[in-house]
């Protein structure tokens, strides 16, 4: 162990259930351990966690979370594993994560919470006769809102279901769809069919529906009645004008409970238009009967990119200078060495990962290139530039599939540029492009003993030097470039990454 670091020794009673929380090939220790930045070595029902001790200390409780998960009967799986992580982040794991108060118990699943606004929401929900879920895609706000829903009407708390949203548009203007009016509006409310059958058998929806104790209908549909002793969620509300909402809103009759579930920013409605979701919380947020609960990208439990694509989006748009779209603006660096040519680097980071894993992670990869750069100065005889991707699995895919034939993510790419270099020009010669895998380099760091920041960079030189000419397919260039690499990654403090042959 380093200085600073502690060790704890977690033993589990029963090993199968043990072997359940590690998750095939131990994926679930090794989520754990990048998270956290932690060691994690098992051996039967024994864990050993090492690191600093706040780390030590969220990956033994997540460890713990997730074994009384299994207890229960409960699936551990990558999200759960994802929920417990969310949870020792604000020190709730203990008692959040498989807590009996915020379980949704139906007839084909029991529904946790995944994140500690999903449990504030479920409880709301309990509480309140009115609640307001706002948030981007992705963060349980229709989903949870139906599983109360049918949970309440198992209970015998409410008679009916009823669901709804804004058909089309805010006007709803369905005239020019073919088929009857079901015919018309049931692809706009499938959405609100598919929660239902992730919870009831299908047969039961489709008997409960013939019956009229559930109810699925275009927000139109609601005008002049009352709503007594339902259970009534209104989705994609943002889309609503603020007579349409007050028209919904005041349906409520006795014994009823309402969510209104939605996302402030992606409102379909004019530019002119007002969204009734945004007046109504404006209106109402205060009243005691009534919640308001907000989710941010940081609670979307679908696949992670949803979340990366939702903060990717909240950020203004930029021109790209690379030739792929990127999330954040290029940095440049522009750093002289000792007088001898300069390297310029591009970075662009497309992955928020990196920079969530990687504090510091723009001045490192730019010390890597710089690095790499300076090895071989005195050869190149002119200023260049260098642009840097750092993206995800699926981005790099991509970029495998289209310029290699290779159908899946590689850790660096490098892409050198047409026409010959060096030769000579008053502006910086473009070298090329390098793209680096965020989740591919992060599995190879665990599988290799190696930390997060020395893997990157090592990949940086590496797709550093295959721009500059160096390459590893042929036994003598192979030779050359990693003696090349180990020089270049000691002046960085990076280990070897060719001792005993890890790499």
């Not at 409780?61 to 969310?86: C, F, I, K, N, P």
């Not at 209970?155 to 058909?167: D, F, I, K, M, Y």
């Not at 238009?273 to 009243?287: F, K, N, P, Q």
Request: aromatic share 6%; glycine share 6%.
């Amino acid at each position: 162990m380093s200085i600073g670091e502690v060790k704890r020794v977690l033993t589990f009673a029963d090993n199968r259930l043990a072997q359940q929380l590690y998750g095939e090939f131990d994926q679930h220790l090794a989520m754990v351990q990048e998270a956290l930045r932690v060691q994690l070595r098992s051996r039967g029902n024994r864990v050993e966690v090492i690191g600093p001790e706040g780390a030590v200390e969220q990956a033994v409780e997540a460890l713990r979370s997730l074994y009384r998960l299994s207890e229960q009967g409960e699936v551990v799986d990558t999200g759960a594993v994802r929920a417990a992580l969310r949870f020792t982040a604000t020190g709730n794991a203990r008692v959040e994560l498989s807590a009996t108060d915020v379980s949704i118990t139906t007839r084909k699943r029991k529904i946790q919470p995944r994140t500690p606004a999903q449990a504030d929401y479920i409880r709301k929900v309990r509480a309140h006769k009115l609640t307001f879920a706002l948030g981007p895609a992705g963060t349980g706000k229709t989903y949870l809102a139906v599983a109360a829903a049918v949970a309440a009407m198992a209970a015998g708390e409410v008679e009916r279901l009823v669901l709804s949203r804004p058909a089309v548009e805010a006007g709803e203007r369905i005239g020019f769809l073919p088929g009857d009016m079901k015919e018309k509006v049931d692809p706009y409310l499938r959405p609100l069919y598919d929660a239902l059958g992730d919870m009831l058998p299908g047969d039961l929806v489709q008997r409960q529906i013939d019956a009229g104790s559930i109810e699925i209908a275009p927000l139109a549909f609601m005008r002049g009645r009352t709503l007594a002793h339902s259970f009534v969620i209104l989705d994609e509300a943002q889309n609503t004008t603020p007579q349409q909402m007050m028209m919904f809103l005041t349906r409520f009759g006795e014994g009823a409970r309402m969510v209104v579930c939605g996302d402030p920013d992606q409102v379909d409605l004019p530019p002119t238009s007002v969204s009734g979701l945004i007046d109504a919380v404006r209106r109402l947020e205060d009243v005691p009967e009534v919640a308001v609960q907000r989710f941010t990208a940081a609670d979307v439990v679908r696949d992670p990119l949803v979340a990366r694509i939702v903060m990717a989006y909240a950020k203004p748009a930029t021109p790209p200078s690379w030739p792929h779209h990127t999330a954040e603006p290029p940095r440049t660096a522009d750093a002289s060495i000792g007088g001898k040519r300069s390297l310029q680097v591009e970075l662009a980071i497309d992955s928020s990962d990196w920079v969530e894993r990687l504090p510091g992670v723009e001045a490192r990869v730019e010390q890597a290139a710089q690095a790499a750069w300076s090895a071989v100065a005195d050869q190149i005889g002119e200023d260049a530039s260098v642009a840097i991707l750092l993206a995800d699995d699926p981005t790099l895919a991509d970029l495998n599939k289209r310029f290699r034939g290779i159908d899946k993510p590689t850790n660096v790419l490098s892409f050198e540029p047409e026409g010959d270099f060096p030769g000579a020009s008053d502006e910086p010669r473009h070298i090329g492009d390098i793209a680096i895998a965020y989740e591919t380099v992060a599995r190879e760091a665990i599988d290799q003993d190696k930390t997060l920041e020395h893997h990157l960079c090592h990949m940086i030189v590496h797709g550093t030097l295959h721009l500059l000419g160096y390459d590893h397919q042929v036994t003598d260039e192979q030779r050359r470039m990693e003696a090349l690499e180990r020089t270049i990654l000691t002046e960085l403090g990076v280990p070897d990454p060719y001792d005993m042959d890890t790499e």
